[in-house]
């Protein structure tokens, strides 16, 4: 139901765009979220967004990476610039999401998309 997509090879200071887009019977979608994880790291919170567009980021992407979303297409979005050797990870998008016939938010999972950054 949440399709991750955009990773992908890229050299140190280079951008990619991130792709995270929900299908299915959706009613609506409250806060998507980016997460990451490295070989052998535990898996962090990258950045996340409200349906109203409030965002929260990591310390170590502040001012390089932007989330941003689109409620009419139920999707979000991470733009990553200057990226590091050390943003190299899979990174996975969650999302509340309530079906219509749904009274709370489940919480959903893409499937990841891998990010390498060369050095």
């Known amino acids: 139901q949440l399709q991750a997509s955009g990773g992908g090879l890229v050299q140190a200071g280079g951008s990619l765009r991130l792709s995270c887009a929900a299908s299915?019977?959706?009613?609506?979608?409250?806060?998507m979220t980016w997460y990451r994880q490295a070989p052998g790291k535990q898996r962090e919170l990258v950045a996340s967004i409200t349906r109203g567009a409030l965002t929260n980021y990591a310390d170590s992407v502040k001012g390089r990476f932007t989330i941003s979303r689109d409620n009419a297409k139920n999707t979000a979005y991470l733009q990553m610039n200057s990226l590091k050797p050390e943003d190299t990870a899979v990174y996975y998008c969650?999302?509340?999401?309530?079906?219509?016939?749904?009274?709370?938010?489940?919480?959903?999972w893409g499937q990841g998309t891998l990010v390498t950054v060369s050095s």
């Open positions: 299915g019977n959706i009613f609506s979608i409250s806060t």
């Open positions: 969650n999302a509340g999401v309530r079906t219509p016939s749904s009274n709370y938010y489940g919480s959903y």
